[in-house]
């Protein structure tokens, strides 16, 4: 069965990075796309960017561009998600899901930024 | 980016009942348009793909319409465990885009 676990829940001082896991099974990785979205905390969704496993091609919302890093690692099936200069804004829920639109998702990750 | 305008924000209504949430796109989306539903903790469902298609396992009475800048997604007679926050999301051009949400409680 298809499954995305993702690592472990993260607690970040401002200004520092931090870099989420997920790792595919269930599938062939290279033939879908992966997007992370994350949530605040009681709030709604937000897109932050696609990778193609398959070739590296990536898109990133605008708000975090500069900020953000995607990557796969296809021998393991990984994806990674890395976040830069990171503010308490950041403190959310972060969520990896497969293809357009996104059928199977990760369990989420919870960053949380603070002093 | 696309805006995507869901409404209402809330909607109370009771088991059996039909539910009828709307999303509205600043521009065409043509039909890449998904809704997906949230339980609290838990990460989104995809329920409904290109306006219209149920996703794998998703019960019949989830139903999709629309194209271009308005959706629908209703649900037919609502069961207890419908009551949930359901977003709608466009793939249609970057940066995909998801809706404020529609909280549906009992």
């Known amino acids: 069965q298809v499954q995305l676990v993702q690592s472990g829940a993260e607690v970040k001082k401002p200004g520092a990075s931090v870099k989420v896991s997920c790792t595919a099974s269930?599938?062939?990785?290279?033939?879908?796309?992966i997007n992370w979205v994350r949530q605040a905390p009681g709030q709604g969704l937000e897109w932050m960017g696609w990778?193609?496993?398959?070739?590296?091609?990536?898109n990133y919302a605008q708000k975090v561009q500069g900020r953000l890093t995607m990557t796969t690692d296809t021998s393991t099936s990984t994806a990674y998600m890395e976040l830069s200069s990171l503010t308490s804004d950041d403190t959310a829920v972060y969520y990896c899901?497969?293809?357009?639109?996104?059928?199977?998702w990760g369990q989420g990750t919870l960053v949380t930024v603070s002093s | 980016e696309i805006v995507l305008t869901q409404s209402p924000a809330t909607l109370s209504l009771s088991p059996g009942e039909r539910a009828t949430l709307s999303c509205r796109a600043s521009?065409?989306?043509?039909?890449?348009l998904a809704w997906f539903q949230q339980m609290p903790g838990q990460a989104p469902r995809l329920l409904i793909s290109?306006?219209?298609n149920r996703a794998t396992g998703i019960p019949a009475r989830f139903s999709g319409s629309g194209s271009g800048t308005d959706f629908t997604l209703t649900i037919r007679s609502l069961e207890p465990e419908d009551f949930a926050v359901y977003y709608c999301?466009?793939?249609?051009?970057?940066?995909?885009?998801f809706g404020q949400g529609t909280r549906l409680e009992l």
């Open positions: 269930g599938y062939i990785f290279n033939n879908f796309g």
């Open positions: 899901a497969r293809g357009d639109p996104s059928d199977y």
């Open positions: 999301q466009q793939r249609s051009v970057w940066p995909y885009t």
């Open positions: 290109d306006a219209s």
């Open positions: 521009q065409s989306v043509s039909i890449y």
């Open positions: 990778i193609n496993p398959h070739n590296g091609n990536r």
